[in-house]
Structures are given as structure tokens and as C-alpha cells.
């Protein structure tokens, strides 16, 4: 497997590892006020991956295949949020603020639907570096490792403060710290692993790419409106979460300008 592809697997979980070891170096109890912040980058990163490393390449793919260039990316899209839809409905997970259990009804401990419901973020991440990474690797399809590690640059900071919001929580619960680490880390692997099944099946993904990459954008958007912008506003210092958001728009596009005059 070329350099390139590796690294871009393992940019996103890095990301992870290091905002779970926050948990070494913070306090109890992360500050509500950094947590705001720290949700409205998770969807400000979701929102401009989607945008310009997903939406915007598949409508291009489309155009160059004589497609109609909206429908792959609309069909894709639905299909999606469908997707993560009928997952965030089936699988049981709990979130941070919440006490009521959701998906299917099982006896599963607080800490493992803690997991399942970040897990369940990180889905469409790694299949979206999956699909870029597959359309690298098959060529001839518009898509750049600029773009390739923009994204996964991207994610791997939206990571950051997942693996932070898992691990932090957990250890103010009376976990101690090397386990909520672990859980931390567990709640990103499904990242690399998404994406290297993703990456597989590339000569399935090859004639469907354009749909797959409005697929992922659509998953990733339901995470954003379902979840992450939810939990930034709820409560007190809300202006924080929205603040976080703009700013990660800003300094996503940044990152992405500076990769592109690299390479």
C-alpha cells in the first residue's frame, strides 16, 4: 500500500489517540466553556469536509462521466443520512448529557453506549477517507492527495476533542485513567478499519464513486445536525459552540489552501 494511503489512514486515528491522552494531563472535568468550543470544531470540520472534500468532487466526477451532475450527488446523499438514520436507530448508545438510552433496548453499561455513540460518529469519517483514498488510488478521478490529507487533517482534529469528550467524562465517572484512555481510543479505531474496507473493495467503489462520496457527505451532515451542533448549544455558553464552528470552517479552508500550494 503506498505511503501516501497509509498515512492518510492514520492521520484520523492519531487525532483520536491524542485527544483521548488528554486524560493524563486535564483535570476531572473538562471545562464546559472548552467543551462548547471543542463541539462546534468537531462540526465545523464535518460540514466543510463534506462541502469541499466530498459534495464538491463528486458533482466534478460526475460532470467528467456525462451525468447530470446534481443526481449522483443528491441520490448519494439521502442515502446517507438513510444510512446513519436506521443506524443511530438500531444501535443502542447514550449520550454525555443524556440519560435515556437510544437504538434497540439492551443491558449494556453506560460506558460501552458512551463508545458506541462516538463509534457511531466515526462511521462516515472513515468512510469518507476511504472513498478519497480509493479514488486516488484508482485515478483518473479529479480527486488529489491535497484533498486526501486535508481531509484527513481535517478529521484528525475533529478527533481531537471526541477522543477528549470520551475519555474525560469517563475518568470524572471514577474509571480510572489508563481505561478511559482505552475508550477513548476504541471509540476511533473503527475509523482505519472503515476505511481500509472501503479501500478493499475498489473495484466495486470505482463505477459508484461519485455516489459514494455524496454517501459519505450525507452521513457526516446527519452527525452534524443530529448530534454535535445539538450538544454545543445545549445549555449555558452556547454562542461558544457557534464560535467554534466558524472557526473551524476558517481554519479547514486554510489548511486546505496550504496543502494545495505544497503539492
Known sequence: MDTNVILGLIIPFLGTVLGAGMVFFMRKQINPKIEKILLGFAAGVMISASVWSLMQPSMEMAIEEGLIPWLPATIGFILGVTFLLILDSIT?????RRNEQEGIKSKLKKVSMLVFAVTLHNIPEGMAVGVVLAGIIVGNTGLTLAGALALSIGI???NF??????????????????KAFGYGVLSGIVEPIAAII???????????LPYLLAFAAGAMIYVVVEELIPESQVGKHSNLGTIGVALRIYIDDDIRCSIRVKY
Open 92 to 96: 443502542p448508545h447514550i449520550h454525555l
Open 198 to 208: 472501503t479501500i478493499c473493495l475498489i473495484n466495486v467503489v470505482q463505477p459508484i
Open 156 to 158: 484528525a482534529i475533529q
Open 161 to 178: 476533542p471526541e477522543g477528549a469528550i470520551i475519555s474525560m467524562p469517563l475518568k470524572a465517572e471514577g474509571i480510572n485513567k489508563i
